[in-house]
């Protein structure tokens, strides 16, 4: 596990029953985060902002709205659930899918199955939001 895969881990873990979702704020706000509206999904941005926090690099892709029209006046999304299962995110290695990838993975590997995405933090275990 690399440095970077071990404080996106540490990151993520400082956050576990927390209930703090100040630190995961869609729409960009002066301070350059994202801040999410009442009802949209949360747990890419949790992957994004661990990511960030991390060191990893991310961009936010989704600049024309966000899940198919639901959000549409939302811009500046991270990677959806969706765009990281079906290995739409650059710069990041698919490591498999179900049992297979699943046992291939490492702590602080992202893991999705495609409507939902989170951090691998042990053997079987994962975090997320």
């Known amino acids: 596990m690399s440095a970077r895969q071990t404080k996106v881990v540490e990151c993520a873990k400082s956050h576990i029953g927390s209930g703090d979702w100040g ?3 869609v729409r960009k706000s002066a301070d350059g985060k ?10 890419n941005l949790f992957v994004y902002e661990m990511l960030i926090a991390g060191g990893v690099g991310q961009e936010l892709p989704n600049k024309a709205g966000f899940l198919g ?6 811009k500046d999304r991270p990677y959806t659930a969706g765009q990281w299962h079906n290995g739409e995110v650059p710069k990041m290695k698919l490591v498999g899918s179900g049992v297979d990838g699943l046992n291939k993975c490492w702590p602080g590997d992202i893991i999705s199955d495609g409507s939902h995405v ?3 933090s042990g053997p079987q275990k994962t975090i997320s939001a």
Do not use: D
Request: glycine residues 14%; hydrophobic residues 45%; neutral net charge.
């Open 118 to 120: 989170g951090i691998i």
């Open 23 to 25: 630190v995961f704020t």
């Open 34 to 43: 994202v801040q999410f509206n009442f009802g949209e999904p949360k747990c």
């Open 69 to 74: 029209g639901i959000f549409n006046n939302l």
